[in-house]
């Protein structure tokens, strides 16, 4: 994935992506990226947090693994109110 990301195709692709996303963004906003195991969501998620964040857009990624992977696997310490 790192050469994939770091090739020219995809940094024009992504600045194309977050430019045209920016020009749609005029509220809250949530933007779903889906795909295979390994495709590169988390990738994709964290560059445009990151480019988002660098033009002064707040912006967050939340991964679906945290609700249903244990704290465990994740690392995320919640508390179990159930029990």
Same mark, same amino acid.
């Given at each position: ?16 992506? #977050? ?6 963004? /005029?509220?809250?906003?949530?933007? &779903? $990226?889906?795909? @295979?195991?390994? *495709?590169?969501? #988390? ?6 947090? /990151?480019?988002?964040?660098?033009? &002064? $857009?707040?912006? @967050?990624?939340? *991964? ?20």
């Amino acid at each position: 994935m790192t050469n994939t990301v770091n090739s020219q195709h995809y940094q024009t692709t992504l600045a194309q992506l #977050t430019e045209k996303l920016q020009s749609d963004l /005029q509220f809250l906003a949530v933007i &779903g $990226i889906s795909g @295979a195991q390994g *495709s590169g969501k #988390t990738t994709l998620a964290a560059a445009l947090v /990151q480019r988002f964040n660098a033009t &002064g $857009i707040r912006s @967050a990624a939340v *991964s679906l693994d945290d609700y249903y992977l244990s704290g465990m696997i994740t690392g995320c310490h919640w508390i179990n109110s159930s029990k």
